[in-house]
């Protein structure tokens, strides 16, 4: 069963704690990207991998952080950092190659600060 | 900077309408364009995928058009159903990253 899994659903944080989300992919997609969807604001992304060991920064990277030390796998951490980290969070992965083709994306993790 | 911008914002049809929704771009330096469903607090579902060289592409009852030198795409949902109802977005890819600019989208009611 091929796709993108992303755990957990939902997720609360009090303040200041650090928090992770899970993203795996088992498409052997090159790259992976996370996104974070407030209403009203659409998609807005916050890192990508283009290949393992390496990432970027997107347009809101600020209190997030990432690994990529497996093809499989991009888990997000929201640190204290992060002044609203309340929203959706959406993890794709897109390939062959390097992103330029279609893009898929898991059923995402709704982040709640208490 | 890219732009992608989606009207209408909202959009209510009877059931077993044909509607068009739409999506233009404010440059046409793009790799790929990628239409895609999201319902009620899940996660975005892929409809379809078109290639800058190509026109369009089709799906079962879904098709999707696209004019780079306007910067212009439209999908075309022919003999709507209420299953079809859920916001709609589309994304254009650059390219250079793969990483995907948004619409803000056109959320569709049907109604039976």
């Known amino acids: 069963d091929g796709g993108i899994t992303q755990s957990p659903k939902y997720l609360f944080r009090k303040e200041g704690q650090n928090v992770t989300l899970s993203c795996e992919q088992n498409l052997n997609h090159d790259a992976m990207y996370w996104y974070r969807q407030d209403p009203g604001q659409g998609l807005r992304l916050i890192y990508y991998?283009?290949?393992?060991?390496?990432?970027q920064k997107g347009d809101i990277a600020e209190g997030y952080s990432v690994s990529r030390e497996k093809k499989e796998s991009f888990p997000l951490t929201v640190t204290s950092a992060q002044k609203n980290p309340t929203a959706f969070y959406l993890c794709a992965s897109g390939g062959p190659g390097m992103g330029y083709n279609e893009q898929f994306f898991g059923p995402g993790t709704r982040l709640t600060v208490l | 900077k890219q732009e992608v911008t989606q009207i209408p914002a909202a959009l209510s049809v009877p059931e077993g309408e044909n509607l068009v929704l739409n999506c233009s771009f404010t440059d046409s330096a793009i790799y790929n364009l990628q239409w895609f469903r999201q319902d009620p607090g899940k996660g975005l579902t892929s409809l379809l995928l078109i290639q800058s060289s190509q026109r369009e592409q089709t799906s079962g009852r879904l098709n999707a058009s696209l004019d780079k030198s306007s910067g212009r795409s439209t999908l075309y949902i022919a003999a709507s159903q209420p299953g079809d109802s859920a916001t709609y977005l589309c994304?254009?890819?650059?390219?250079?990253?793969?990483?995907?600019?948004f619409g803000q989208g056109t959320t569709l009611q049907v109604k039976p």
């Open positions: 994304a254009v890819n650059p390219g250079n990253t793969g990483k995907l600019i």
């Open positions: 991998s283009q290949i393992v060991n390496d990432f």
